[in-house]
């Protein structure tokens, strides 16, 4: 069963105080993964997308990196307009849906303290 | 650009009512998505649709129906509610459910069912 765990569960940083989520998945035949920012009360926003390890995508203060079993969504100075949960996905085929899916995990809640 | 939309953003339903979530997107993708989400339990796939005409169960189907009424639209059916169907469901899109790409989310529909 495709598996996809995210750490920490909460993170609270002070503004500038850089950090790391990370996201271990295992599944079979990854196809993509996938980082999203979740706003209160909002659906999820897509970051990135990552196909391959040693693949690595930036955009503004975030940065997320991809291994054969993890990625890292690297956080340089935040600022507290950063604080929302942080979702990982990975995209895998399923032999039992015949298909490609899409697995969550449950979240990264960043805090980030003026 | 509206991207998703989905409607109603809120309901109250009783336990036996019945209602439809309706979702359309504007950007042309080819597969639609219904998600649930609840705390703890992060996003779970409900039904989907890979391409117009077709719709297949996801993770959590039980207690729920789905028509693909087009390329734009895709709505979620609860015949008879439960309180364990009290959730924020998502409707989200893509371009494809078998190339790894993203996928386009919308703002959500939070249900209570009493």
């Known amino acids: 069963e495709d598996q996809v765990t995210q750490s920490p569960e909460a993170l609270r940083l002070q503004e500038g105080e850089s950090s790391s989520l990370n996201c271990s998945y295992t599944?079979?035949?990854?196809?993509?993964l996938f980082w999203y920012r979740q706003d209160p009360g909002k659906g999820p926003e897509f970051l990135f997308t990552l196909y391959s390890a040693g693949e690595e995508k930036e955009k503004e203060r975030l940065k997320a990196t991809l291994t054969k079993k993890e990625s890292f969504l690297h956080i340089t100075a935040p600022k507290p307009e950063d604080s929302a949960t942080y979702l990982c996905a990975v995209q895998a085929y399923s032999s039992g849906a015949g298909s490609y899916q899409l697995t969550f995990g449950k979240g990264t809640k960043l805090s980030v303290i003026p | 650009n509206a991207g998703v939309t989905q409607t109603p953003k809120f309901q109250v339903l009783k336990t036996g009512q019945s209602m439809t979530l309706q979702c359309a997107q504007d950007m042309n993708h080819n597969s639609m998505y219904w998600y649930r989400q609840d705390p703890g339990m992060g996003l779970r796939l409900i039904y989907y649709?890979?391409?117009?005409?077709?719709?297949d169960k996801g993770e959590v189907p039980n207690g729920y129906n789905v028509s693909r009424l087009n390329k734009r639209e895709f709505s979620l059916r609860l015949e008879s509610a439960a309180p364990s169907q009290t959730s924020v469901y998502f409707c989200?899109?893509?371009?494809?459910?078998?190339?790894?790409?993203?996928?386009?989310f919308g703002s959500g529909t939070r249900l209570t069912v009493v």
């Open positions: 989200a899109s893509s371009e494809s459910a078998h190339l790894g790409y993203g996928y386009t």
């Open positions: 599944v079979s035949g990854l196809r993509g």
């Open positions: 649709s890979a391409s117009e005409g077709t719709t």
